[in-house]
């Protein structure tokens, strides 16, 4: 018996060195996790890089639009044939308005700004679903450990009391009720490793094959609320669409085009050619009426902005002093919880002697097993919700690796 529990106490301090937070150095961190599964986005984020490149060189452009280029001829060979002869070729030049570059560039410089912050929050909210399904892998793993102490536990008592039932110490009502929490402690480890595989599979998907991060998080330091990602796309959004009201506001016409024409004719065979240059400027009218649409699309896109901003403002803080919360009352469990365990092993110290003095019962020494057990599993339990609170509090601030 001494030295089945001797073995027993191994397993117990084997248990709690595999629920530690330590690491190797080589383990696999969390950013390594987070770059692996935003790795597939790169090609996009290039792709929007050289859109947000080529409408910035469009608005940098000397030209608003392409120069065109029209040639025409005239002729009487249909029905005098004299020799009349005229060809024309006329290139067209469209001019940017008073301000109207300006204004498009700044169009271009604020929507380069929005999408490259949407793809900031995009990583900000993966990064999100990927805290959670590490520490739902994390916590899975822990309740495994635990039932697999359990059935360890289970399997010990049915063994001594099928012995102590054979010897006439115990009824065989007891070795039912032992065979009965057996079978108990082997149901609820199907259902840990069930818990578990899910848990991994989701974590798998969402990182596109990851490692598992063997790392914490460090807490990060708390940022102004302007610098959390998804705070700083809105707010380049609504800079985005306060540049398009501002361009649809001012550019109320068509851009001018100035044409240079080139004209050869003669007027019959014997005459010689003559060339002929002319400039012209064509002005196009604009009216209220005809800009009105686009100037209300752009401030309803204005409105819609600012007041996302607004919602996502007051709803981060509120997740912010949520994870504030729950990261102080996580700290406080694991102190309980470490000072439940101390009291355990204390216990547990005062039982053996006991139990190797012959002044109490093997069940006594098997309840006193079985709290320090569950002691040590709650304490490492309480550590791993008290890391994950703190990337929750990370994700909350808006920190990233």
Request: contains cysteine.
């Amino acid at each position: 018996m001494a030295g089945m529990q001797k073995k027993y106490r191994r397993l117990l301090g084997l248990t709690a060195l595999c629920l530690g937070i330590a690491a190797p150095a080589s383990a696999a961190t969390f950013k390594d996790a987070l770059d692996h599964a935003w790795a597939a986005n790169i090609p996009l984020q290039t792709a929007r890089t050289e859109q947000f490149d080529a409408q910035e060189q469009a608005s940098r452009a000397w030209l608003p639009e392409p120069p065109t280029l029209s040639l025409s001829g005239r002729s009487d060979q249909i029905d005098r044939n004299k020799g009349m002869r005229e060809w024309e070729a006329e290139l067209g030049l469209p001019l940017w308005l008073w301000g109207q570059r300006d204004r498009a560039m700044r169009v271009a410089q604020r929507e380069r700004e929005a999408g490259e912050s949407d793809f900031d929050a995009a990583r900000w909210q993966l990064a999100g679903e990927l805290r959670e399904a590490w520490w739902e892998v994390r916590l899975a793993q822990t309740g495994l450990i635990a039932t697999e102490l359990k059935l360890k536990e289970a399997r010990r008592l049915e063994t001594d009391v099928a012995r102590r039932v054979k010897a006439g110490d115990l009824a065989p009502y007891d070795l039912n009720a032992s065979r009965g929490l057996l079978e108990q402690a082997k149901s609820e480890l199907a259902r840990a490793k069930t818990a578990l595989l899910k848990a991994q599979e989701q974590f798998r998907t969402l990182s596109r094959g990851a490692a598992l991060p063997d790392h914490d998080e460090p807490l990060a330091p708390e940022a102004p609320a302007s610098g959390h990602p998804l705070l700083r796309s809105l707010i380049a959004k609504a800079m985005a669409a306060r540049a398009r009201l501002d361009q649809a506001s001012a550019d109320t016409r068509n851009t001018p085009e100035l044409s240079f024409t080139l004209t050869r004719e003669r007027g019959a065979f014997d005459e010689p050619y003559q060339n002929l240059a002319t400039i012209g400027v064509k002005i196009p009218f604009g009216s209220a009426s005809r800009n009105r649409p686009r100037i209300a699309i752009a401030n309803a896109e204005l409105a819609e902005a600012q007041l996302m901003l607004e919602s996502t403002r007051r709803k981060l803080s509120a997740l912010a002093n949520m994870a504030r919360a729950e990261l102080a009352q996580s700290r406080e469990t694991v102190a309980r919880q470490q000072a439940r365990l101390e009291l355990a092993e204390q216990n547990f110290t005062w039982v053996d002697k006991a139990f190797r003095a012959g002044q109490l019962d093997l069940p006594s020494m098997i309840r006193a097993e079985s709290e320090l057990a569950d002691a040590r599993l709650q304490a490492a339990r309480a550590r791993t919700e008290a890391s994950r609170a703190a990337s929750r509090f990370n994700q909350a601030v808006g920190a990233l690796p």
